[in-house]
């Protein structure tokens, strides 16, 4: 709320006017005002004053660049060449991340399709912004995803028996087995565990973020979003908190194409979600989401920035969303095949990178088979483990992690269940436990 400053002259008592002045015209025997040229508000924000009305209506066809590096053939945009320092080994190691994330989740995708795990969620086309991203921030960088994000721990060092045990539930499972496949976390690489309500990460992250700056950490805060979570009412808090509070975390949002069946035009009528920073008086840049090497490089300077004028920054990465929402869904029921072969043939981030390398002599098919079928036997080595190992011990699991010492009246009902289960043994079989 504005509180303005006043005048003790009740005409002016509103704000502070400024350039006022009466004269006698020479022309005319009247008096004419000359009014203010602009009001001084609160914190000294001036505004300027005109006598014209105008309506400011909103350009449709006007839209903030995305910034890219490589085109779709992985050639070299205009002006670019002398921003690509990259080395073979590191263009190699996002190459490859991508790579296994892929893999990954084709296989794990299989796995649910024949009722292995309950459910997954891929991150197909999207394995750019994933690492992309990730090779930009540092490990003390806390992370809050939402649930297309599992490249981003993946860079950190999550293991493939991580995620394959996160999916099947079983005791080596971090969380026990209480979130359902693709809910992961991890303490040590700084990732918080995802949860399935949409949004709730983003005003969390601009919490984590104000404490950081307090606590001096000389760490970012970066938060993970689709397109549809920014239409959700944390969003606007998120956003506002950050920027009034000078909060150094980085807002990305991956704009894919779809919530869930919704496609953009049925989302928002402004240009994207990177128009929406301007209001909040937030730093922004919009970047090509399919070319890996302008993710990290729009990444690692938003980063900077963040951390350097303790700001905010949103991203906003424009993608496409290859494959379904999730095991859930049928994504050919609201889009049309040839659009998603499309973007798979023609955009697809890996195959953008790939061809960058090949033009310098980086990569080769013999390399391509090569890592193909060593990250598919590695995946499916760690499937064949985590299947085979037990669920979670149950009658303990359900009780702790919630008080530091269990209460007595959580003794107690922990008691009550262990008897029950007793006396109806066929009922509760927990021989897989």
Same mark, same amino acid.
């Given at each position: 709320?504005f509180?303005l400053k006043?005048?003790k002259?009740?005409?002016t008592r509103?704000?502070r ?14 008096n004419i005002n ?8 609160s914190?000294?924000?001036k ?5 014209e009305?105008h309506?400011?209506?909103?350009d449709?066809d006007?839209?903030?660049p995305?910034y ?5 053939n992985?050639?070299l945009?205009?002006?670019a ?10 263009a190699?190691?996002l190459?490859?991340?991508?790579v296994?994330?892929?893999?990954m ?7 649910q399709r ?5 459910f ?10 994933n690492i992309?991203?990730?090779?930009a921030l540092e ?5 809050f995803a ?10 950190r060092?999550f293991?493939?028996q991580n995620?394959?045990?996160?999916c099947?539930?079983n005791?080596?499972?971090?969380g ?8 992961y976390g991890?303490?040590?690489?700084n ?9 709730t990460q983003?005003?969390?992250?601009a919490?984590?973020?104000y404490?950081a700056?307090r606590m001096?950490t000389n760490?970012?805060v970066?938060t993970y979003f689709?397109?549809g979570a ?13 920027a009034?509070l000078?909060c ?6 991956r ?7 919704t ?5 928002y ?6 128009s929406?920073? $301007? /209001?909040?008086?937030? &730093?922004?840049i919009?970047?090509d989401? *399919?070319c890996?090497?302008? =993710? ?7 980063r ?5 004028n303790?700001?905010?920054v949103?991203i ?14 049928d994504s ?7 659009e998603i072969e ?14 960058f390398?090949?033009d310098?002599?980086?990569?080769n098919n ?9 990250e ?5 080595e760690a499937v064949? $483990? /985590?299947e085979d190992? &037990?669920k979670?011990e149950?009658?303990? *699991?359900?009780?702790e992690? =919630?008080?530091?010492?269990i209460?007595?009246h959580?003794m ?6 262990t ?9 509760y079989?927990?021989d897989?436990?």
């Amino acid at each position: 709320m504005f509180t303005l400053k006043h005048f003790k002259t009740p005409a002016t008592r509103w704000c502070r006017l400024n350039s006022f002045k009466r004269y006698k015209s020479t022309q005319q025997n009247v008096n004419i005002n000359i009014w203010p040229s602009f009001g001084e508000y609160s914190e000294d924000v001036k505004v300027p004053f005109t006598n014209e009305m105008h309506l400011e209506i909103p350009d449709p066809d006007k839209h903030r660049p995305a910034y890219r590096i490589l085109d779709e053939n992985g050639n070299l945009c205009p002006d670019a060449k002398e921003e690509v320092d990259i080395k073979v080994n590191d263009a190699q190691s996002l190459y490859k991340k991508m790579v296994t994330l892929q893999i990954m989740d084709q296989v794990l995708y299989e796995a649910q399709r024949q009722g292995r795990i309950s459910f997954y969620m891929t991150t197909s086309g999207e394995e750019g912004v994933n690492i992309g991203s990730a090779s930009a921030l540092e490990l003390k960088d806390t992370i809050f995803a939402q649930y297309r994000e599992a490249g981003v721990l993946l860079w950190r060092g999550f293991t493939l028996q991580n995620f394959i045990d996160q999916c099947f539930s079983n005791c080596g499972d971090p969380g026990k087995g209480r979130q359902m496949p693709i809910h992961y976390g991890s303490k040590e690489l700084n990732f918080q565990t995802i949860s399935s309500p949409l949004t709730t990460q983003v005003p969390q992250a601009a919490g984590a973020a104000y404490a950081a700056k307090r606590m001096g950490t000389n760490a970012v805060v970066v938060t993970y979003f689709g397109e549809g979570a920014a239409s959700e009412g944390d969003f606007h808090p998120a956003m506002n908190f950050a920027a009034t509070l000078h909060c150094p975390v980085v807002f990305f949002c991956r704009n894919n194409g779809y919530a869930i069946s919704t496609p953009v035009k049925d989302q928002y009528a402004g240009d994207g979600i990177i128009s929406r920073a $301007e /209001g909040y008086g937030m &730093a922004s840049i919009r970047v090509d989401g *399919n070319c890996v090497l302008a =993710v990290q490089k729009v990444t690692k300077m938003a980063r900077e920035y963040a951390l350097q004028n303790s700001k905010p920054v949103l991203i906003e990465a424009m993608s496409y969303r290859q494959g379904h929402h999730s095991t859930s869904d049928d994504s050919t029921r609201y889009r049309d095949i040839e659009e998603i072969e499309h973007w798979k043939n023609d955009c697809h981030p890996i195959t953008r990178l790939r061809k960058f390398m090949e033009d310098r002599h980086w990569w080769n098919n013999d390399l391509e088979k090569e890592l193909r079928a060593n990250e598919r036997r590695l995946v499916l080595e760690a499937v064949r $483990e /985590g299947e085979d190992k &037990a669920k979670p011990e149950p009658l303990t *699991n359900l009780f702790e992690d =919630v008080y530091d010492t269990i209460p007595p009246h959580i003794m107690e009902q922990q008691h009550e269940l262990t008897e029950h289960m007793a006396l109806y043994p066929d009922d509760y079989n927990i021989d897989e436990h």
